[in-house]
């Protein structure tokens, strides 16, 4: 076991406390910029609840040009966050997708605005379940309404607007953040000019859904979730957190990735313990993910993000057929799967390129070839770099952005 | 002797125009009203796509092989992954001017559902395929005994994707049993130039190496 799993399978109630206040602060007081939306401007959720006040933490990096043409949107997964190209403020790694955005990468931050946001529902400074309730003056916890990916892109568009864009060039994100770019494209297709939805899909499965129950029990089944009002009860619902990270973890893998990487090698010892300690490579590899996982993650909002997913079903807003979504659509498209992906498997992405067609959309579709899983996107992958560079380019082209961005 | 009369039989490269593009593409191309919308089934490294895109068409791309769709991707070319055979089911009626099926047909394993669908995804369809009735051919075969290969179709029997060959003359009843109406039609000789126009079907079918047909719904 390492010295991070010790950590947080034996956390102290001081250590607990410390990190609540950490999440509360950076809850409501993120380390980046943000927007705050008073009563003058309420966001109507699909659930039918009023919220209201709505703050957006976010971060850009380039410059908009004159013309207003430039802006890229990222949308990120369920356990990101707005800090996709720089430092993290609680973690200190890199941003999470420096292999796609910055200076020179596919998504050039000299020629583009690049935008990300945090998602309506997360904890690192856009309202959500450990945000503060203002009605009560307390977290929100479980009282914090249930939303939908629709209702994070409303939001999204919210802050666009805030940021005097009327078209974005381009809306690109992978997996949850995928589905938010599908979404866009649908609720507002005169306002993307390119869509880049990776490893998604229209609507999530059975076996997701399944998949996101667990984890979500996981959570609650931790006595220090409370109800989910750990953060007002100073408790830490860690382990359960951590579980459902290690069993969503095995999902963004893949058998021929994991084999790779760990095999069945043991972990510092040459010989099984006969006990339960993490005699395996692979073990110990998951207990770190949870433990780490759990410092900068908030369980309730784990249950909301899922939650959204799950609810997912562009088909079900268009009397059950995606094309309509998609009907007459100016938008261009770029759809790219990974031939390991078993959590948004390729059929999937193909589901996604026949709606488009079918709605006569102008669409690329690409499948990666890799055996890293639908983790891949995050990855230093050349494949999908090298699609992404050209796709973007000849939309750049085609919208008349030059290769300075003007 | 027998290795340098196959090699004779055998054209050394495939014909090009004089601005680099393949004559069977300019052929093809030429078929295509400017401004129009385009489906190219089978587009291969994109390269049809792109003189299209030139002359100001609005060009789209299936290809099944993936190393040749993620080069056209990279290109900005708007071709997704798929197959001929399984995939064109998925596309709305009337949604193109123009389905191209360019060194394709022969590929495919259902020709004539293929053609099927073509004719009612596109108003018009654009047929080019190696004829196999070709005298080069027919003189392999003849006189070699064995399938013949060409500089277009240089692959041995038993690796070719190529497994529905044809002539011009069966490519004619097929799209009588499809009700196909033949607007166009151009033979190429194996140096890309066009055959006499008015030279009769037999003649086309025995000097014609490539066909290309413009088709649309009867």
């Known amino acids: ?406 | 002797m027998l290795e340098r009369f196959r090699r004779d039989l055998t054209m050394a490269e495939a014909a090009r125009a004089p601005g680099g593009a393949r004559v069977d593409h300019l052929a093809v191309a030429d078929m295509i009203e400017p401004g129009s919308r385009v489906l190219d089934v089978g587009c291969g490294d994109g390269e049809l796509l792109r003189l299209l895109e030139l002359r100001g068409i609005d060009g789209r791309g299936i290809e099944l092989s993936r190393e040749g769709v993620n080069d056209s991707v990279a290109k900005g070319l708007a071709v997704v992954q798929g197959d001929a055979d399984t995939d064109l089911v998925n596309y709305p009626d009337d949604g193109f001017d123009y389905v191209v099926l360019s060194q394709t047909l022969q590929a495919t394993r259902e020709p004539r559902v293929v053609l099927e669908h073509m004719l009612r995804i596109g108003r018009h369809a654009v047929v080019s395929f190696p004829n196999f009735g070709h005298w080069r051919i027919r003189l392999q075969i003849l006189f070699d005994g064995r399938m013949p290969t060409t500089a277009n179709l240089p692959e041995t029997w038993y690796d070719t994707p190529n497994i529905h060959f044809c002539t011009i003359k069966d490519f004619r009843d097929l799209c009588d049993v499809v009700g196909a109406k033949m607007e166009k039609a151009v033979a190429l000789n194996p140096w890309g130039s066009p055959l006499r126009f008015n030279a009769p079907w037999w003649f086309w079918n025995m000097f014609g190496e490539q066909g290309v047909f413009l088709l649309s719904r009867r």
Not at chain 1, 252 to 272: C, I, T, V
Request: aromatic share 10%.
């Open chain 1, 1 to 406: 076991m390492s010295a991070d799993d010790r950590e947080c399978m034996n956390e102290t109630p001081a250590m607990a406390r410390r990190d609540v206040a950490d999440r509360l602060r950076e809850a409501e007081h993120p380390q980046s910029p943000f927007v705050r939306f008073g009563d003058e401007r309420p966001l109507a959720l699909d659930s039918g609840v009023i919220l209201s006040p709505v703050q957006i933490a976010y971060q850009t990096y380039g410059t908009l040009n004159a013309a207003r043409s430039n802006a890229v949107l990222i949308c990120h997964a369920l356990t990101g966050d707005q800090h996709v190209a720089n430092v993290h403020p609680v973690t200190g790694k890199t941003g999470w997708w420096e292999t796609l955005i910055g200076p020179g990468k596919p998504i050039d931050t000299e020629r583009y605005f690049v935008i990300c946001a945090n998602v309506l529902g997360a904890c690192m400074g856009t309202t959500g379940p450990a945000s503060i309730n203002p009605a009560t003056g307390q977290v929100w916890g479980l009282d914090f309404p249930v939303i939908t990916i629709r209702d994070m892109v409303r939001a999204q568009a919210m802050l666009i607007d805030h940021l005097g864009i009327d078209t974005l060039f381009a809306v690109v994100g992978g997996s949850m953040g995928g589905m938010q770019v599908l979404q866009w494209a649908a609720s507002y297709p005169e306002r993307v000019f390119a869509a880049l939805p990776i490893a998604t899909a229209t609507r999530h499965s059975a076996q997701n859904i399944a998949f996101d129950e667990v984890g979500r029990q996981a959570v609650m089944a931790d006595p220090e979730w409370r109800k989910g009002r750990y953060l007002i009860e100073g408790t830490n619902p860690s382990r359960g957190l951590a579980v459902a990270r290690m069993g969503a973890h095995i999902t963004y893998l893949s058998d021929a990735a994991l084999h790779r990487k760990f095999g069945r090698k043991f972990q510092d010892r040459s010989n099984p313990t006969f006990s339960f300690d993490a005699d395996f490579e692979v073990e110990s590899y998951l207990r770190h993910q949870g433990s780490t996982f759990v410092e900068r993650f908030d369980a309730n909002t784990y249950l909301y993000l899922t939650r959204a997913m799950d609810y997912f079903d562009l088909a079900a807003d268009c009397d059950g057929v995606v094309a309509n979504a998609f009907k007459g659509t100016k938008t261009r498209f770029c759809v790219i799967s990974f031939t390991s992906d078993w959590l948004f498997p390729t059929p999937d992405s193909r589901a996604i390129v026949h709606a488009l067609n079918a709605g006569g959309a102008r669409v690329s579709f690409a499948e990666v070839v890799t055996d890293k899983g639908h983790d891949a996107f995050l990855l230093d992958e050349p494949e999908l770099l090298a699609i992404v560079r050209g796709f973007l380019d000849a939309a750049a082209q085609a919208r008349g952005i030059d290769a300075a961005g003007g």
